[in-house]
Nanobody, 128 residues
Framework: QVQLVESGGGLVQAGGSLRLSCATS????????MGWFRQAPGKEREFVAA????????YYADSVNGRFTISREDAKNTVYLQMNSLKVEDTAVYYC?????????????????????WGQGTQVTVSS
């Protein structure tokens, strides 16, 4: 098993930046592909970004492509989500997730049900 703890959320003005971190513990991070999802009030959880086990493949939702960057640092057991040019509509609780699936397929890694483990979430609020 792996445990996930997100941090780095907060309040930022539109156009600003935040970097979310997902610290993992338990089994080694290199065994997992990782994803970030978010859920805004009254909306369903949606995919944001994913990174494969090796880091060779990354995937993004259209709404964040070009503004957000997912990365991983296995030596530190940490996954990051760098968020630039934030918009009010990026306001949500952001969740880190891990999957032991070996697939690098985009259609798999953008799907919430592919992930076995989830963090508790961190709030990101973007003001206008």
């Amino acid at each position: 098993q792996v445990q996930l703890v997100e941090s780095g959320g907060g309040l930022v003005q539109a156009g600003g930046s935040l970097r979310l971190s997902c610290a993992t513990s338990g089994r080694t991070l290199s065994l997992y592909s990782m994803g970030w999802f978010r859920q805004a009030p009254g909306k369903e959880r949606e995919f944001v970004a994913a990174i494969s086990r090796t880091g060779a493949s990354t995937y993004y939702a259209d709404s964040v492509n070009g503004r957000f960057t997912i990365s991983r640092e296995d030596a530190k057991n940490t996954v990051y989500l760098q968020m630039n040019s934030l918009k009010v509509e990026d306001t949500a609780v952001y969740y880190c997730a891990a999957t032991g699936l070996s697939s690098n397929n985009r259609q798999v890694l953008i799907t919430a049900r592919a992930y076995n483990y989830w963090g508790q979430g961190t709030q990101v609020t973007v003001s206008s």
